[in-house]
């Protein structure tokens, strides 16, 4: 059975500080700040005046940060406690990640990006990635590199440089999507913001409380997802998804309703 693993990428209240850049359908997941396996810039992702402006100087365009995961080239690294939860739940070729985050409505005042006063912040989905290859590249990736006649650069992914724990997994794309009926788009890419790539049902209130599909609520004969065992935090149609953990692995037991509703997803984004 295919999973689908919900994936909480991009910057946070803890790491960044800040919400992501939204600005009517065009969404851009934040890379988080670090210093660490990285030759990526800001300025390297095109991203420096934005960082800049919205974070009121406090992150330059000159830092460096962890690009992942990149879908530009389909490309998602993991490793510590969120792969072992991945190897655990048996995350394997041709499971489905899709990644959501924090994201909050700019506008231009004075040439100058700033967030909406309108928008308090929410949480939706920003992308996709089926996977094609699973790569253990281990606690030292250089090999990795080496194997493909390339040297460290801004372009590599952080997981292929410098030290990681022995568990250090690269997750490559399929080239085309083909899962849940799906096979009409690439294996992974990028999300528009549209009324069903929003996840918070009243941000105002509470961004963590998401609309919740009846094929994933267990108050539905729904599969659920892990880290979310606690009955109490599902609703009649949402629920209040936990303040830690980046991956959230589900198994569809109702099939025909989970198709329908990533169809619609795709389709309107």
Do not use: A
């Given at each position: 059975m295919t999973k689908i693993i919900f994936s909480r990428k991009g910057?946070?209240?803890?790491t960044g500080g800040m919400p992501s850049y939204k600005r009517d359908e065009t969404l851009i997941s934040f890379p988080i700040p670090s210093q660490k396996n990285t030759l990526t810039t800001y300025n390297d992702c095109r991203l420096g005046?934005?960082?800049?402006?919205?974070?009121?100087?406090?992150?330059?365009p000159t830092d460096t940060c962890h690009f992942d995961p990149n879908l530009d080239y389909g490309e998602f690294g993991?490793?510590?406690a969120a792969q072992t939860h991945l190897q655990n739940n048996k995350v394997k070729v041709g499971d489905l990640f899709l990644f959501w985050g924090w994201f909050r409505e700019t506008i231009t005042i004075n040439k100058k990006t700033v967030f909406s006063?309108?928008?308090?912040?929410?949480?939706?989905?920003?992308?996709?990635?089926?996977?094609?290859?699973?790569?253990h590249l281990g606690?030292?990736?250089?090999?990795?590199?080496a194997e493909t006649?390339?040297?460290?650069?801004?372009?590599?992914?952080?997981?292929?440089?410098?030290?990681?724990?022995?568990?250090?997994?690269l997750y490559l794309a399929s080239k085309k999507l083909d899962a849940f009926g799906l096979k009409d788009y690439y294996g992974f890419g990028k999300f528009k913001a549209s009324e069903k790539t929003n996840l918070s049902i009243n941000p105002s209130i509470k961004k963590s409380k998401w609309k919740?599909?009846?094929?994933?609520?267990?108050?539905?004969?729904?599969?659920?997802?892990?880290?979310?065992?606690?009955?109490?935090?599902?609703?009649?149609?949402?629920v209040d998804v936990v303040g830690r953990g980046q991956e959230f692995v589900a198994v569809p037991n109702k099939v025909?309703?989970?198709?329908?509703?990533?169809r619609n997803i795709f389709r309107d984004a």
């Open positions: 910057f946070d209240s803890s005046k934005y960082i800049k402006e919205l974070s009121n100087n406090k992150i330059q993991q490793v510590g006063k309108k928008d308090p912040g929410h949480y939706r989905f920003f992308g996709w990635l089926q996977i094609g290859k699973i790569i606690k030292d990736p250089s090999w990795y590199l006649e390339q040297n460290p650069n801004s372009t590599s992914h952080p997981h292929t440089i410098g030290y990681w724990k022995e568990n250090n997994t919740c599909p009846k094929w994933l609520n267990p108050k539905h004969g729904g599969c659920g997802m892990t880290y979310h065992n606690d009955l109490t935090r599902w609703d009649e149609n949402t025909d309703e989970c198709k329908k509703w990533l």
